[in-house]
């Protein structure tokens, strides 16, 4: 079983819908969980940390179920520019300095 | 942006010939990885290093020899480079200590023939 796992999608939405994420860790004791956007062909960029509590950055909610051993990204009011393929990374507990990453998934925002 | 350079950006070379991949940053951060991504696959963990002569392996570490002699450079080798090596290969360094936010490279795309 992968450490870190997502659907690859791709997930193909018509603007302004609303879109949500899975990503499963396999390691309870992970301590620490990232959402990563990556366009195609760039390298990846931090899209946002997830809290506990979970957390909100304008369209883009994160949550963090540890009990289930998921998080989750919540795109609102998707827009064009939003098309991308979508990392979760999780930094295991056992070496804090090490970071895993999903496959991804890929989102398709339609006119 | 974390300053940080790959090079070379894009290279083909034969089954068997060595290959070294280099980053250097700017920024004096300690921790600083080396990623493969492959379709299908995503990014996996090749090398990482938490400072200068101290390396660690990821997932995918068969195959692949580091070095970090300075805190800037991180270099990554292909002893003998198969097929199987051909991908892009990402450099991150990491924004404080073990948590925070990956910096990446522009990518080296390496095509082993």
């Known amino acids: 079983r992968k450490e870190v796992e997502q659907d690859p999608g791709p997930f193909n939405v018509p603007e302004g819908a609303t879109v949500a994420f899975n990503c499963t860790y396999s390691?309870?004791?992970?301590?620490?969980f990232f959402w990563y956007r990556q366009d195609c062909r760039k390298e990846p960029k931090l899209l946002m940390s997830v809290y506990s509590s979970g957390n909100e950055d304008g369209r883009f909610t994160a949550q963090l179920n540890r009990a289930s051993q998921y998080i989750s990204l919540l795109i609102r009011d998707s827009k064009l520019s939003d098309s991308a393929t979508y990392l979760c990374v999780v930094t295991p507990s056992s070496n804090t300095g090490k970071l895993i990453f999903g496959q991804g998934t890929t989102l398709q925002v339609k006119p | 942006d974390a300053g940080i350079t790959q090079s070379p950006r894009h290279k083909v070379t034969e089954t068997g010939t060595p290959v070294t991949l280099r980053c250097h940053q700017t920024e004096n951060h300690r921790y600083m990885y080396w990623y493969r991504q492959d379709p299908g696959h995503g990014l996996r963990l090749i090398h990482y290093?938490?400072?200068?002569?101290?390396?660690d392996k990821g997932e995918v570490s068969d195959g692949y020899s580091v070095s970090r002699s300075k805190t800037e450079d991180f270099l990554l080798t292909l002893e003998s480079a198969t097929s199987s090596q051909t991908s892009v290969y990402f450099c991150?360094?990491?924004?404080?200590?073990?948590?925070?936010?990956?910096?990446f490279g522009e990518g080296s795309r390496l095509t082993v023939l």
């Open positions: 390691n309870s004791a992970s301590q620490s």
């Open positions: 290093s938490y400072g200068v002569k101290d390396t």
């Open positions: 991150a360094t990491l924004q404080g200590d073990r948590t925070g936010e990956l910096f």
